[in-house]
C-alpha cells in the first residue's frame, strides 16, 4: 500500500510536524536533564500510546535513568465518572524513585491522576508529568503536567504513537483524524 496515499485518506490536517517534533523533544530533554542534575530518573511509560514519545524523550536525557511501564486505559462509568484500569509492568517498582510520567496525551485528566495516586501509594519520592500533547479544555480534575510537548485544541489526534482503534500509531507526525473514520 503507497502509505502517502494512505495518510491522505485518513488525515484532515497536520497539528504538529515531524520537524516540531524533533526540536521539541530535544528541548524537553534538555530541560528534564537540567531539572534532574545530580539524580537518576525513574521515566514511567504508560503504555500504549507514549511508547514513541517515550524512546525518544529517554535517548534525549544526559542523566541516568531507569525505564518501566505501566497499561493504563480510562473508561466512561455510567455517570460519566471515569474508571480507570491500571496494569503494572513487570519488575514495577517505585519506592523512593524520582518518577518522570511520560505519557502520549493529557485530556480529561483522570487516567494520570490515576496513576499518580498509584504511584504515590507505593512509596515514589517525587512524581512529574511529561506529556507530550495537552488539550486543556477538555480537563476535567486538576492535573498540571511540568513538562508539555504541545498544546493542542480540542480534536481527535493521531500519529506519533496515538491512535484510534490502535491504528495510525505509526505516523511520525500527528494530524487530525478525518470524521469519516470513525463514523464508519
Ligand atoms: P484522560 O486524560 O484520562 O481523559 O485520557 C487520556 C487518554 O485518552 C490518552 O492517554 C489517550 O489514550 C486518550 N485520548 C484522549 N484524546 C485523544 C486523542 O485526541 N487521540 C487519541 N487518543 C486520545
Ligand atoms: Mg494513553
Given at each position: 500500500?503507497?502509505?502517502?496515499?494512505?495518510?491522505?485518506?485518513?488525515?484532515?490536517?497536520?497539528?504538529?510536524?515531524?520537524?516540531?517534533?524533533?526540536?521539541?523533544?530535544?528541548?524537553?530533554?534538555?530541560?528534564?536533564?537540567?531539572?534532574?542534575?545530580?539524580?537518576?530518573?525513574?521515566?514511567?511509560?504508560?503504555?500504549?500510546?507514549?511508547?514513541?514519545?517515550?524512546?525518544?524523550?529517554?535517548?534525549?536525557?544526559?542523566?541516568?535513568?531507569?525505564?518501566?511501564?505501566?497499561?493504563?486505559?480510562?473508561?466512561?462509568?455510567?455517570?460519566?465518572?471515569?474508571?480507570?484500569?491500571?496494569?503494572?509492568?513487570r519488575?514495577?517498582?517505585?519506592?523512593?524513585?524520582?518518577?518522570?510520567?511520560?505519557?502520549?496525551?493529557?485530556?480529561?485528566?483522570?487516567?494520570?491522576?490515576?496513576?499518580?495516586?498509584?504511584?504515590?501509594?507505593?512509596?515514589?519520592?517525587?512524581?512529574?508529568?511529561?506529556?507530550?500533547?495537552?488539550?486543556?479544555?477538555?480537563?476535567?480534575?486538576?492535573?498540571?503536567?511540568?513538562?508539555?510537548?504541545f498544546?493542542?485544541?480540542?480534536?481527535?489526534?493521531?500519529?506519533?504513537?496515538?491512535?484510534?482503534?490502535?491504528?495510525y500509531?505509526?505516523?511520525?507526525?500527528?494530524?487530525?483524524?478525518?470524521?469519516?473514520?470513525?463514523?464508519?
Open positions: 500500500m503507497d502509505k502517502m496515499n494512505n495518510i491522505n485518506d485518513v488525515i484532515d490536517e497536520i497539528l504538529v510536524s515531524e520537524e516540531q517534533i524533533k526540536r521539541r523533544v530535544k528541548e524537553l530533554g534538555e530541560e528534564i536533564s537540567r531539572d534532574y542534575e545530580g539524580k537518576e530518573v525513574c521515566v514511567m511509560t504508560v503504555l500504549t500510546g507514549s511508547f514513541m514519545f517515550a524512546a525518544d524523550i529517554v535517548r534525549a536525557l544526559s542523566v541516568p535513568a531507569r525505564v518501566m511501564c505501566i497499561f493504563a486505559s480510562s473508561y466512561e462509568g455510567t455517570e460519566s465518572i471515569g474508571k480507570v484500569d491500571i496494569i503494572k509492568g519488575g514495577f517498582n517505585v519506592k523512593d524513585k524520582d518518577i518522570l510520567i511520560v505519557e502520549d496525551i493529557v485530556d480529561t485528566g483522570r487516567t494520570l491522576s490515576a496513576v499518580t495516586k498509584v504511584l504515590m501509594d507505593e512509596g515514589a519520592r517525587s512524581v512529574e508529568i511529561c506529556t507530550f500533547l495537552d488539550k486543556p479544555e477538555r480537563r476535567v480534575v486538576d492535573l498540571k503536567p511540568k513538562y508539555i510537548g498544546d493542542i485544541p480540542n480534536k481527535f489526534a493521531v500519529g506519533y504513537g496515538l491512535d484510534y482503534d490502535h491504528r500509531r505509526q505516523f511520525p507526525f500527528v494530524g487530525v483524524l478525518k470524521s469519516e473514520i470513525y463514523e464508519k
